[in-house]
């Protein structure tokens, strides 16, 4: 059983930072790609950063390219996403989410197979 656990979320000033951590167990993913997708209330979910778990792909939706960094921890399992700059339109539930299609940089939600419950993230003007 796959199981994905994200914290670190909660209230910052526009300008702060905040790290995500999302934990993940339940199989080896050395074959898998990770990723944060956000969904703010009234949207789409839409992809934010991933990484493959060897951690030669990586990428950003423009919206958070050079404020965002996704990194990996593979002694603890555990996928990050250290979030600077914040802006009020970054506040949305982030979830992580675990995609099979490892060879290349999945972008679709429908390509993930596992997700997190999600932590919530509310930038204040």
């Known amino acids: 059983q796959v199981q994905l656990v994200e914290s670190g979320g909660g209230l910052v000033q526009a300008g702060g930072s905040l790290r995500l951590s999302c934990a993940a167990s339940?199989?080896?993913?050395?074959?898998?790609?990770m990723g944060w997708f956000r969904q703010a209330p009234g949207k789409e979910r839409e992809f934010v950063a991933g990484?493959?778990?060897?951690?030669?792909?990586?990428s950003y939706s423009d919206s958070v390219k050079d404020r965002f960094t996704i990194s990996r921890d593979d002694a603890k399992g555990t996928v990050y996403c250290q979030m600077n700059s914040l802006k009020p339109e970054d506040t949305a539930v982030y979830f992580c989410?675990?995609?099979?299609?490892?060879?290349?940089?999945?972008?679709?939600?429908?390509?993930?197979?596992?997700w997190g419950q999600g932590t919530q993230v509310t930038v204040s003007s």
């Open positions: 989410a675990v995609s099979p299609k490892y060879w290349y940089v999945p972008m679709a939600s429908s390509e993930y197979h596992y």
């Open positions: 990484i493959s778990w060897s951690g030669d792909l990586i």
């Open positions: 339940g199989r080896s993913f050395s074959r898998y790609y």
